[in-house]
């Protein structure tokens, strides 16, 4: 009742409470009573491949902090998010619910008048109403649109992009495949766009619910992301108010930016450049929470789904879950597919004190778990009148339990077949697909889309590749495949029973952020903000 009510409150107390909830200098006034209550921070990474950090595959060497992280705390290597895609992955992260329960199935554009449905309630709103200071940093995804702001969605402090940072022209383009270009500078441009390339409306930069800069400047946002992260950090704690801090990084999404000067810059290996930069980002978040509230708070890494594997050299590493049943037959086995390398992802956990340190889970795990579990630690209660698809693994990061899902649910976020439909699933060891293909390759090819009744069933355990399914007629076939078809039949009369929410998808060019309609691709930017891009163009000349 007390959420509803938030929520039926946040148009008329919205702009003078983000004033005074955080805006630097007028938050520390005051300080509270320290509460004894943890702090979270959440790091997604975007696009990243399991394969990408080196504790996991040592084929890379790019992730020093985030391998030092994983031997002060534990490694999952069987965590999955649960999409393969970032609106409906980063939709359950702060639901705890898959699409087919909160409606958020597939991508929302810079059109979409919807977003994340609003009778739905985030981990955030959980937290600000059991006391804790909330703060969203980076991308979000799940809706710019009046009321699907994340302003309006539990979180005190906003400061990032709306959607990813392709879904806009920029003065500083980076890598990406096809290469796209700057904004236009003036009316009279010509040129021929790529058909992925946005050219019309330039990357906005929000500050609560203000663009402070249009275009972005790519060159230097991660940097803003790191200072606003440690600030919001630095802030809380001086004010002893627990805080949970929402850091949806750009890395590692195309496109990839020039972090370095030429002369340090690895032209080989942008990828490189772009993971060790992220790596940094993480390593100045942990000394930050490792110098202030270092027994009281949990960071939590993890992934919002696999690599875009069609963008070739600028695409992470799956490491050894290539999905080679899919690749022998042409298309993708990483992002947008239920393949394990569009849905296994990197995941770490650290808190001093509590969290045994140098400890690899192999329990099955998922990031549909964070919401459960942050509510749980932070002594709060979960919505009710839903269902959750995530469980509380509170004992399982205390080193307290071995027990993680015996089933887990992958749906469709942008492959073959209707969107949010659970096409694989996994029982223990076991993963079943009953549609495949859909999924463009580096090499341009599409797997073709196919159904399999009865599904592809492989044995992880044996084939972590998906290379060769069981035969059908063999008797761990037959054993295995009820148990599999009354666990999909079991959550799909389960969901038909719940309160389900379903997110508006249509689409309005004038829904689309802009500072300043009467300028070309809505171009604004503030003298500070003019002069950080001149400093950024010349470290690059």
Known sequence: MGILF????????????????????????????RSQKPNF????????????????????????????????GMRFVDFHSAASTCSPSRASLLTGRLGLRNGVTHNFAVTSVGGLPL????????????????????????????????????????????YSHDMGCTD???????????????????????????????????????????????????????DKAVQFVNDASQ?????????????????LVMTEPPHNWSCEDPYGANLRQMDALVGQIKAAVDGIAREN?????????????????????????????????????????????????????????????????HMMLSTLD??????????????????????DISEVLFGKSNKGHETL????????GKYGHLQALRLNQYKAFYVTGGAKACDGSIGQEEHHHPPLIFNLQNDIQEQKPLDSKSAEYRAVLPIINQALLDILQDTATDNISIADYSHDPAVRPCCNPQHLVCRCQSTYWRADLKKSRKQLD
């Open 409 to 416: 649910f992958h749906p469709n976020s942008g492959a073959a």
């Open 119 to 162: 009778n739905e309630t985030t981990l955030a709103e959980v937290l600000k109403e059991a006391g804790y200071l909330t703060a969203a940093i980076g991308k979000w995804h799940l809706g710019h649109n009046g009321l699907h702001h994340p302003s309006f969605r539990g979180f005190d402090y906003y400061f990032g992009i709306p």
């Open 172 to 226: 500083t383009p980076g890598y990406n495949l096809p290469p796209c270009p700057a904004c236009p500078q003036h009316s009279t441009t010509t040129s021929s766009h790529p058909r992925d390339c946005y050219s019309e409306v330039a990357l906005p930069l929000f500050e609560n619910l203000t663009i402070i800069q249009q275009p972005v400047n790519l060159t230097s946002m991660a940097t803003k992301y790191a």
């Open 41 to 72: 921070i959440i790091i997604l990474a975007d696009d990243i491949g399991w394969g990408d950090l080196g504790v996991n595959w040592d084929k890379r060497k790019d992730t020093p902090n985030l391998d030092k992280m994983s031997v002060e």
């Open 297 to 361: 708070t949990l960071l939590w890494f993890t992934g919002d789904n696999g690599p875009w594997s069609e963008k070739c050299e600028f695409a992470g590493s799956v490491g050894p879950y290539t999905g080679m049943w899919q690749r022998k037959r042409d298309g993708s086995s990483a992002k947008q597919t239920t393949w394990e390398g569009g849905h296994r992802v990197p995941t770490i956990a650290y808190w001093a004190g509590k969290i045994p340190a140098n400890v690899t889970s």
């Open 239 to 255: 004010r002893g108010r627990p805080f949970f801090l929402y850091l949806a990084l750009a890395h590692m999404h195309v496109p």
């Open 6 to 33: 938030v929520k039926a409150s946040l148009l008329v107390t919205c702009f003078v409470g983000l004033f005074f909830c955080y805006h630097p200098g007028i938050f520390l006034h005051g300080k509270e009573s």
């Open 370 to 391: 964070i919401f459960p579990t942050v509510v749980s630690l932070a002594n709060a209660s979960l919505p009710p009148h839903r269902r959750f698809d995530g469980m």
